[in-house]
């Protein structure tokens, strides 16, 4: 058995790991360190020792993947009946070790499999920590229904990502856009009838709870999340109003809680309060709600059927070229925003008001989909405010602090607050880059949403976007596939 040890971590000058033994480019932004931490600024001690942990579950998540693939039993050339024989007991065995069942043991052996034969140069990238385990996880797992030439473009793509520099946001957002567009060229025209359902789960007997799943295109979930979320405010601040002025009736207070605590419900709670106590229309007589605008980015060529490129929806999420441009044909008001088609840079005119323009809150919002603030994830469609990075000089507009989308992002209340009270400090800094000093505990850099650029002039997504291929020796992927041709699906 193969015995991997621990990849060191590349947290100052003079540190390496495997992978990364040349001297950073700083003109590349390769000075960034893991997860955009600043190389030389100070990191606390309980950071340091999480980063190892995190460094050391990678190594291990790789090695196990490769004896998880042990448990596999190719059947090319095999009866298969004893091929189904043999990986039962195999199954067996894996779920002895594992101390799970057997099910399990096969879900996990299955991901192995995927793994090491449709991603050798990301798992490559696993074993030296340049990603955390869970990421891994979530790229089996978005691409395992792709087909194998696909799968392949997916491991050459993401293996060439700056996976150490990456935040999870910019991680997600990446691998989000690259499985969209691969699968455009497998895909399978569907009905939107076809994907509109509701599924009722079987009951968790212990806990004494059910789920409810709702499955429909992305856009209509999107709206309906959207316009829950707006019920559940409104009946929150209603909650605060009904205990400030000492009200006996407080709204959706199911089992008293509110009152007897004098703690309004949390979002979730209302979310749910709302939703199983509303009053169905069965009548067939759809029931008017208030208009909200849904921002979907729609690429110049996609909107004008020269090009099939993938739109975003709310700055965050994929949306299928042909789908974006039917929204956009059928929306009544298009908002123009011009940006640099390679650098997504903003072509409008910059401000030196305090109130930014309606162009330049279009941008910021595009910019930073999620609250700009490192580690979270709050969509800026929400109870957000725009923040200039550099406190904006009302004395002297011209000096510094500008409305321009280069000098604000999107704040969630909570990160805005902290923010305004020195614990958090962020700082701009050249390439695109904001600098976040956070406490005493680490100093991290988080890189702008790239997207608003089109994605055909990043070299990161060329091979993919434009079908280009590396040229030279065959890949561990394509020995793989040559030595596996003849095998049947597992």
């Not at 195999?90 to 034969?117: K, S, Y």
């Not at 997600?172 to 497998?186: D, F, G, T």
């Not at 976007?465 to 040229?471: A, D, K, P, T, V």
């Amino acid at each position: 058995m193969t015995h991997h040890g621990h990849p060191e971590l590349d947290l100052g000058p003079g540190s390496s790991s495997p992978g990364e033994r040349r001297a950073p480019d700083l003109a590349s932004g390769e000075h960034l360190a893991v997860g955009g931490i600043v190389p030389g600024s100070r990191i606390s001690q309980r950071v340091r020792e999480l980063l190892a942990g995190i460094a050391a579950e990678a190594a291990a998540h790789a090695a196990r993947q490769r004896e998880l693939y042990r448990f596999h039993i190719d059947p090319a050339g095999r009866d298969p009946q004893q091929a189904a024989s043999a990986q039962a007991a195999a199954d067996a065995a894996c779920a002895v070790a594992l101390r799970c069942d057997a099910a399990g043991a096969r879900r996990l052996i299955r991901e192995a499999v995927l793994a090491v034969e449709a991603f050798p140069l990301t798992l490559e990238r696993l074993a030296s920590a340049d990603l955390p385990a869970p990421w891994f996880t979530r790229i089996l797992r978005a691409s395992r229904d792709l087909p194998d030439e696909d799968l392949a473009t997916l491991d050459e793509t993401i293996s060439d990502w700056p996976l150490r520099t990456l935040t999870f946001p910019g991680f997600r957002r990446r691998l989000r856009r690259l499985v969209m567009h691969v699968a455009e060229r497998s895909r399978t025209t569907r009905s939107p009838a076809d994907q509109r359902t509701i599924t009722w789960q079987e009951p968790n007997l212990v806990e004494g709870t059910s789920t409810l799943e709702i499955i429909g295109p992305t856009a209509e979930i999107t709206d309906l999340v959207e316009r829950l979320n707006a019920a559940a405010r409104a009946v929150q601040d209603a909650q605060r109003l009904a205990l400030r002025d000492g009200l006996d009736e407080i709204p959706f207070d199911l089992d008293g809680d509110v009152q007897r605590t004098a703690m309004v419900m949390s979002l979730g709670q209302i979310r749910y309060a709302v939703m199983t106590r509303s009053v169905l229309d069965t009548g067939g007589v759809a029931v008017p709600h208030t208009r909200r605008r849904v921002n979907i980015t729609v690429p110049a060529l996609t909107a004008l059927g020269a090009s099939n490129e993938p739109g975003l929806l709310e700055g965050e999420t994929p949306v299928p070229g042909p789908v974006a441009r039917a929204i956009a044909g059928a929306a009544e008001d298009w908002w123009l925003v011009l940006t640099d088609p390679a650098t997504g840079a903003f072509l409008g005119e910059p401000a030196v008001r305090y109130r930014p323009g309606a162009a330049v809150l279009e941008l910021t919002h595009l910019k930073t989909p999620l609250c700009a603030h490192p580690g979270c994830t709050r969509p800026s469609r929400g109870r957000i405010e725009v923040d200039h990075i550099e406190e904006f000089d009302h004395e002297d507009p011209q000096h510094g602090g500008k409305t321009i989308p280069e000098n604000l992002h999107h704040l969630c209340l909570m990160h805005h607050r902290i923010k305004t009270e020195g614990l958090t400090d962020p700082h701009r800094i050249p390439g695109g880059a904001t600098r976040w000093s956070i406490g005493s505990d680490v100093v991290v850099d988080i890189l702008d949403n790239q997207d608003l650029g089109a994605p055909e002039n990043n070299p990161e997504f060329r091979s993919a976007f434009l079908g280009e291929r590396r040229s030279g020796p065959p890949t561990a992927r394509s020995r793989l596939v040559t030595a596996h041709e003849d095998a049947p699906p597992y």
